[in-house]
């Protein structure tokens, strides 16, 4: 059926150490990816997308890498800092219907130690 | 400032009751979604709505009534709420096959 996972529910990494965090998804249809951050007591928050025509994608400190090959998502969080301390989901979308449906991962928790 | 807004932020009930929830975007977007997050944090799309036509219905309860007056509006009538209604709902709004951006959320627990 149909799911996107995540490999570990708990990551805890030192303030400044960069962060991995990673995603498998099931359905090779599946063209568009987007990691969220949640902090607690908030919506989810957009953090970066990818589409499936594109290997990497960067922003401000923060890396998406899509392997499709093998169904694989990772966030790459580059020097992290305490206010990166959340949930992070990631998600993609299936088929190419535009109903905008969005599969979601279980959600990694990522812990900053001072 | 707010781009999703939804109100109540905090909903304690009795079971039985039927309640409410509100949900506006002012992004000029024309999709718009109800999302149940559970409390192992796992969170599953229940509705959408496009230009206020209905584009998803996920096998939710009957008892749920996604209503939209206007495309920057979708509210959320629960019906003869249960005690595993209890989760946190998201509204969301987004463009067509663009990114979904999420409201603040509403908590609904059922005593």
């Known amino acids: 059926g149909e799911s996107v996972g995540l490999h570990l529910p708990t990551l805890s990494v030192q303030e400044g150490d960069n962060s991995i965090i990673n995603c498998a998804y099931s359905?090779?249809?599946?063209?568009?990816f987007i990691w969220y951050k949640q902090e607690s007591g908030k919506g989810p928050q957009f953090i970066i997308d990818?589409?499936?025509?594109?290997d990497k994608r960067q922003g401000q400190r923060v890396t998406v890498l899509l392997n499709k090959t093998v169904k694989h998502l990772s966030l790459q969080i580059a020097a992290t800092q305490p206010g990166d301390s959340a949930v992070y989901f990631c998600a993609e979308t299936q088929g190419s219907s535009n109903t905008g449906k969005l599969i979601f991962g279980q959600g990694t928790t990522l812990q900053v130690k001072p | 400032d707010t781009a999703v807004s939804q109100t109540p932020k905090y909903l304690v009930t009795q079971m039985g009751n039927d309640k409410s929830i509100k949900c506006e975007q002012n992004l000029g977007h024309d999709t718009m979604y109800w999302y149940k997050q559970d409390s192992k944090k796992f969170l599953k799309i229940m509705f959408s709505?496009?230009?206020?036509?209905?584009?998803i219905n996920e096998t939710v309860p009957n008892r749920f009534s996604p209503k939209s007056p206007d495309k920057a509006h979708l509210n959320l009538h629960i019906n003869s709420l249960e005690l595993g209604d209890s989760a946190v709902y998201f509204c969301?709004?987004?463009?067509?096959?663009?990114?979904?951006?999420f409201g603040p959320g509403t908590r609904l627990l059922v005593l």
């Open positions: 359905n090779s249809a599946s063209d568009y």
């Open positions: 990818i589409r499936s025509n594109m």
């Open positions: 709505y496009n230009n206020k036509e209905l584009i």
């Open positions: 969301a709004s987004s463009a067509v096959q663009e990114t979904q951006y």
